[in-house]
């Protein structure tokens, strides 16, 4: 069965910090997607990662997909209160748990 | 363009009704995927549909829950008799094709249906 490990599970930072948030699995994946939730709202997909070592960025996000495919991380530089939020990794089916970001003003 | 359509927003029930939560896809889109939110965690997985085929229901209890995706109209999340255990919030995401490596993106999810059981 695979499984997607998210840590930390809560994180509450100042505005202006950095933050990384990492997504493993012992499972080799095609491909790794990552999402935001807002309280009320469903996930909306920031990324999609496919190939092994990859690195996306969005403006303040920076996300790597591991060498291995087994696993990814959600880099924010200098946080700002709008990145509040759930932010989920997922691969094929299944999600992890979460991971709940609140950035204070 | 429409996104997914889930409705109703919330729905309330009490112990022992059904609860019919409906999803409608992006245009285009012919994959349905349905997962369970409990507060503060993450998706679980239920079921994955296309018209008129469950291609995995891995997810989905065994007893009350059924899903359909016809080949007319939105895809339906039944859940019998409903128990207080069955309040969460249920979403429906879609895709265009079945998600694969050469495919450059996720899902599109609707903004969920909210079940109370009271």
């Known amino acids: 069965t695979q499984l997607l490990e998210q840590s930390p599970q809560f994180l509450s930072i100042q505005e202006g910090e950095n933050l990384t948030v990492y997504c493993n699995s012992s499972s080799v994946f095609s491909s790794l997607q990552w999402y935001r939730q807002e309280p009320g709202e469903g996930p909306v997909l920031l990324v999609t990662v496919v190939t092994g070592g990859e690195v996306k960025k969005l403006k303040r996000l920076t996300f790597q997909f591991g060498d291995a495919r087994k696993d990814s991380s959600l880099h924010i530089t200098a946080a700002q209160p709008g990145d509040t939020g759930l932010y989920l990794c997922g691969g094929k089916l299944i999600f992890g748990q979460g991971t709940t970001l609140q950035v204070k003003p | 363009n429409a996104g997914v359509m889930q409705n109703p927003r919330h729905l309330v029930r009490r112990r022992g009704q059904e609860a019919r939560l409906r999803c409608s896809p992006m245009?285009?889109?012919?994959?349905v995927y349905w997962y369970r939110q409990l507060p503060e965690e993450g998706l679980k997985f239920m079921v994955y549909?296309?018209?008129?085929?469950?291609?995995?229901e891995s997810g989905m209890p065994k007893e009350r829950f059924s899903a359909e995706f016809p080949k007319e109209g939105p895809s339906i999340l039944r859940i019998q008799q409903v128990v207080r255990g069955d309040s969460a919030a249920y979403f429906c995401a879609s895709s265009p094709a079945a998600l694969s490596p050469v495919a450059n993106y996720g899902y599109t999810f609707g903004s969920g249906t909210r079940l109370t059981v009271v």
């Open positions: 245009k285009g889109h012919s994959h």
């Open positions: 549909l296309q018209k008129e085929n469950i291609i995995d």
